[in-house]
């Protein structure tokens, strides 16, 4: 079976056999912008996350010297929370963006834009327009788009833990705004796959782990506008991939019933145990972004081989990875999966 990484990656979001698991790292959350790279290349943050040319050139960089099988843009997770009104510190070569200040107070005190014309406008748009010019010059190559999960986003323009009380003290209002940041979040999708090349949208939602939020809220909250979000995509005809950070001891069983095509999960997951217990889920990771910075080539290795030998359909760092993660490690990594080590 002769594969391009493209196709592979398809058929695995469709549970389809496939010669080998694809290695990805989606972007967003989960991108593999390390200074190694960039020093190399000269296409640099944080001059890449404004211009869709210089976010094109680096996201093909990081395909190139890494291996991973994908393309993803953006390199952040601040591009929604600053269309939506939050000030954003857009960091530098070595650090990346985060939250300077959210915008609201609280939950009831947000303000309701317009949808339609704000997905066409700031960075969204750098990150619509690099997804066009990769697919375009790169059409074997799968184009991941990331986005900033619903409870992720919503407390990227309220404070985290000002959201978090309210979740349980103001319901009504909080329903409101997620239910706006979904369908902000699903319009940004819409634009990204139609007509702009992305070929999966990969949903990273942090915030919405189960040892903050438990499993009643993560029901009630996470898991509604997460489906929400991805029932949405599905009807545009493309796949999501989601990753939920943390333990899910707490909210292992609605991780089942989430409707994404792969699950992404934390390093302290052992992925072939939950497998094991949810045969129909696609399971996605999670090799220690904490081992991919400080162990050696040769320990990453051994720690991919028991990822494949495992089973998991989809290889992928288990989170974040840090600027200074070394080159040598992913590539041991990616060498690994394909066999090339």
Excluded at 21 to 40: D, F, K, L, R, S
Excluded at 188 to 208: C, H, K, M, Q, Y
Excluded at 230 to 252: A, M, N, Q, S, T
Excluded at 295 to 313: N, R
């Amino acid at each position: 079976m002769r594969l391009t990484p493209k196709e592979r990656l398809l058929r695995v979001l469709r549970r389809q056999p496939v010669d080998r698991a694809p290695v990805i790292c989606t972007g967003g959350m989960m991108n593999a912008a390390i200074v190694e790279i960039m020093q190399q290349t000269r296409h640099t943050l944080p001059e890449a996350h404004f211009d869709p040319e210089r976010m094109a050139e680096l996201s093909h960089d990081i395909h190139a010297f890494t291996g991973f099988e994908n393309i993803g843009v953006p390199f952040c997770m601040t591009v929604e929370a600053e269309l939506l009104g939050s000030e954003i510190d857009h960091g530098t070569l070595s650090c990346e963006p985060k939250i300077a200040r959210e915008v609201f107070s609280s939950v009831g005190e947000v303000v309701f834009g317009d949808v339609a014309k704000m997905v066409h406008s700031g960075r969204l748009q750098v990150v619509v327009d690099a997804a066009h010019r990769i697919a375009g010059a790169h059409p074997d190559i799968p184009v991941i788009a990331s986005l900033t999960g619903p409870i992720s986003t919503a407390a990227s323009i309220v404070h985290p833990l000002t959201f978090y009380k309210e979740l349980r003290r103001n319901p009504e209002e909080a329903h409101r705004l997620l239910d706006y940041v979904t369908r902000f979040l699903a319009a940004f999708a819409e634009r990204l796959v139609t007509d702009n090349g992305a070929t999966v949208i990969a949903i990273g939602d942090p915030s919405a782990t189960g040892e903050i939020l438990g499993p009643a809220m993560f029901e009630e909250f996470a898991l509604r506008y997460l489906n929400q979000l991805i029932d949405r995509v599905h009807e545009l005809g493309f796949p999501v991939i989601v990753h939920i950070c943390g333990d899910i001891k707490r909210v292992r069983p609605l991780l089942a019933q989430l409707h994404c095509d792969a699950l992404s999960t934390d390093a302290m997951v052992s992925l072939p145990g939950f497998k094991t217990e949810f045969p129909n889920v696609t399971t996605m990771g999670n090799l220690s972004t904490f081992a991919l910075e400080w162990k050696s080539p040769g320990e990453i290795q051994s720690m991919t081989k028991a990822l494949v030998a495992g089973g998991i359909d989809i290889i992928s760092p288990a989170c974040g990875l840090s600027t200074s993660t070394k080159l040598v490690n992913i590539q041991a990594m990616t060498g690994t999966v394909k066999g090339e080590n």
